[in-house]
């Protein structure tokens, strides 16, 4: 039997059509627009086309979004200043610094200059900490995505095996926390991990996120589990034409979907859903900042 398609990509118009309506009625009952500030040093193509994404999606729900790009030679002062500014600046609720930065700029001392509450990214040292604590706090993105499609799967988590594959900072550790508080009993798998087909294989949820193009396949996929497909991975597709790429996840998408009872796509699964969280990171600042409500189901 072939899995559920968990879309991704449907999942996150809904959160960006409720982030909308909440801007709507912030607008309108309170005079309050949200604001995110995204900052980007330098020209990675790559980063461009996310800034350039993530501007216009925040235009389209409602929110006023401010974009500083700075010179790759920006010196670290300089861009410690912006972040001051944006920091004291009341118009601006959510703070972005998009990763990677030059190598001249120390990206741990740039993260932890911007304010805890406007970290929308969720990596400075304050919010990781709170997380790990399970206190209030602001959750990174990718990982609030795929907890939310795992909640809107499942009901509740409460009790479920889950091995998250990968340990990095931004996806892999935070969503084995958020896991924990959501009473997951939560393996973190590595590069080091003996026999991680078989600890995948006894999963209820198996979230990958390791960088390597289908990796999982469909043999370490216990059945009837759910599959979350962090990875984005660009291999050659000499099918398509001459020097043409195609993008996979870390799960080999044709035999998992075999075993598995629900799966996320690549593209059109966990991807869309970063941006959509983003924005509902920046609603909840905005929110938290005026002392109103958090609107519901937008946060972990
Ligand atoms: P990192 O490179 O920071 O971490 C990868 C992790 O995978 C490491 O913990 C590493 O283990 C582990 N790993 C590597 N090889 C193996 C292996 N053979 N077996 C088991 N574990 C292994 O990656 P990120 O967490 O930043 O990203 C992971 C993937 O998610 C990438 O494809 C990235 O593009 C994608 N991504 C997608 C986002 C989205 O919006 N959808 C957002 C962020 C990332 P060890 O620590 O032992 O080296």
């Given at each position: 039997m072939s899995a559920t398609i968990i879309d991704g990509k449907a999942f996150a118009a809904k959160v960006r059509a409720q982030v909308a309506d909440e801007v709507t009625k912030l607008k309108s009952e309170h005079n309050i627009t949200p604001g995110?500030?995204?900052i980007l040093v330098g020209e990675d193509p790559a980063s461009e086309v996310y800034v350039r994404n993530k501007g216009k999606q925040t235009v389209e729900v409602g929110m006023n979004s401010y974009e500083h790009k700075l010179d790759a030679s920006t010196s670290e002062a300089d861009l410690l200043a912006l972040i001051d500014k944006l920091n004291n600046d009341p118009s601006v609720h959510g703070i972005l610094c998009q990763l990677p930065l030059p190598d001249h700029l120390n990206e741990d001392l740039v993260i932890n200059s911007i304010a805890p509450e406007k970290d929308v990214d969720g990596f400075h040292i304050s919010?990781?900490?709170?997380l790990g604590t399970g206190q209030k706090s602001m959750v990174p993105c990718t990982p609030l995505g795929c907890l939310m499609m795992l909640r809107d799967h499942h009901g509740s988590?409460?009790?479920l095996n889950a091995v998250v594959v990968g340990r990095s900072n931004i996806v892999g550790k935070p969503m084995a926390n958020l896991l924990l508080r959501d009473s997951c009993t939560v393996t973190i798998a590595h590069s080091r991990t003996k026999n991680i087909e078989?600890?995948?294989k006894a999963a209820d949820i198996v979230v990958a996120a390791v960088g390597r193009?289908?990796?999982i396949t469909g043999d370490w996929i216990g059945k009837?589990?759910?599959v979350i497909d962090v990875g984005i991975n660009r291999i050659p597709a000499p099918e398509r034409g001459e020097g043409k790429m195609r993008l996979v996840g870390d799960v080999h998408f044709d035999s998992a979907k075999e075993?598995?009872?629900a799966i996320t796509p690549v593209p059109g699964g966990v991807g869309p859903m970063t941006i959509a969280c983003l924005l509902a990171n920046t609603l909840t600042a905005c929110a938290r900042a005026n002392n109103l409500?958090?609107?519901e189901g937008l946060t972990a």
């Open positions: 995110l500030a995204v919010n990781v900490g709170l988590l409460s009790g078989e600890v995948c193009p289908e990796m009837g589990a759910t075993v598995a009872g409500p958090e609107p």
